[in-house]
T-cell receptor, first 114, second 114 residues
């Protein structure tokens, strides 16, 4: 079956713009989380969604937001982009929340802010 | 909060020799621990996970890890390295029970010499 699908895979944006990234979880998975990966900060947790509700949020400014739809697909949005937002954004899914459930990652969306 | 420390940022071994990637964790409760691998320009693939069952955990591609509570360690090993093992490896702890929130180590880059 298909894995976690993220779109777009690569994008370039200008400072001040906004961006929306999309994530389709594995079929049947209802829990989705997002992570930011940068060379300096490593992998950091952004948000976690389950049943269209944000359950946890990482330590990121309010410019970072997300949502989950009734079909479990998720989007994250970054407004007023800064150069430091350049990163690989990874989406992960599992059947339901809880580390006993295997968490699968997508290949990520590479965002470059110029 | 839970945390993990990967003791080596870079490990280099010869093909056919054993691999040891070291990880120490800090957790206020019985943790769930994982090792993920990331090949260049790829997402994260789960190698193995520990969730309070057997302390010796076997994963994919011949990797295994041993949970040692007394040493707060979860080191990753493989008896014989293969060129395809060259990648970045992340030790990960689940930050909240019942949540899909992971805390990543800074990663260990594994280089395999022919």
């Amino acid at each position: 079956k298909a894995g976690v699908t993220q779109t777009p895979r690569y994008l370039i944006k200008t400072r001040g713009q906004q961006v929306t990234l999309s994530c389709s979880p594995i079929s049947g998975h209802r829990s989705v989380s997002w992570y930011q990966q940068t060379p300096g900060q490593g992998l950091q947790f952004l948000f976690e969604y389950f049943s269209e509700t944000q359950r946890n949020k990482g330590n990121f400014p309010g410019r970072f937001s997300g949502r989950q739809f009734s079909n479990s697909r998720s989007e994250m949005n970054v407004s007023t982009l800064e150069l430091g937002d350049s990163a690989l954004y990874l989406c992960a899914s599992s059947l339901v929340p809880g580390s006993e459930n295997t968490i699968y990652f997508g290949e990520g969306s590479w965002l470059t802010v110029v | 909060a839970q945390s993990v420390t990967q003791l080596d940022s870079h490990v280099s071994v010869s093909e056919g020799t054993p691999v040891l990637l070291r990880c120490n964790y800090s957790s206020s409760y019985s943790p769930s621990l994982f090792w993920y691998v990331q090949h260049p320009n790829k997402g994260l693939q789960l190698l193995l996970k520990y969730t309070s069952a057997a302390t010796l955990v076997k994963g994919i591609n011949g990797f295994e890890a041993e949970f040692k509570k007394s040493e707060t360690s979860f080191h990753l090993t493989k008896p014989s390295a293969h060129m395809s093992d060259a990648a970045e490896y992340f030790c990960v702890v689940s930050d909240l029970q019942g949540a899909q929130k992971l805390v990543f180590g800074q990663g260990t880059r594994l280089t395999i010499n022919p």
